[in-house]
């Protein structure tokens, strides 16, 4: 069983900046085994991929938070943050950490999300 926890949102006017964190219990193998993920659900809509760092391969990005988001991550500390810069209204959502399958884990995980409002 692998625990997602998720800090960093809050309220920021538009054109600010806010860094999320997401720490996984799982062990350092499978943390850096597996695709690590943030997800936004805005409200009365779907939840979407914002942005992916796989265990190998390059990151990906939504087209809409290209150039202004930036995923990254620290196996040495089972963390993945999102740098969100030049915020905008539509940004505001709750977004959610991500774990994928992997070798080791034949199930995905979930953090329980942390909202983030962005004010014009």
């Known amino acids: 069983q692998v625990t997602l926890v998720e800090s960093g949102g809050g309220l920021v006017q538009a054109g600010g900046s806010l860094r999320l964190s997401c720490v996984a219990s799982?062990?350092?193998?499978?943390?850096?085994?597996?695709?690590m993920g943030w997800y936004r659900q805005p409200p009365g809509k779907q939840r979407e991929l914002v942005a992916a760092f796989p265990g190998v391969g390059s990151t990906r990005y939504a087209d809409s938070v290209k150039g202004r988001f930036t995923i990254s991550r620290d196996n040495t500390k089972n963390t993945v943050y999102l740098q969100m810069n030049s915020l905008k209204p539509e940004d505001t959502a709750v977004y959610y950490c991500h774990m994928g399958r992997g070798p080791l884990n034949d199930r995905d995980y979930w953090g329980q999300g942390t909202q983030v409002t962005v004010s014009a």
């Open positions: 799982a062990s350092r193998i499978i943390f850096s085994m597996n695709e």
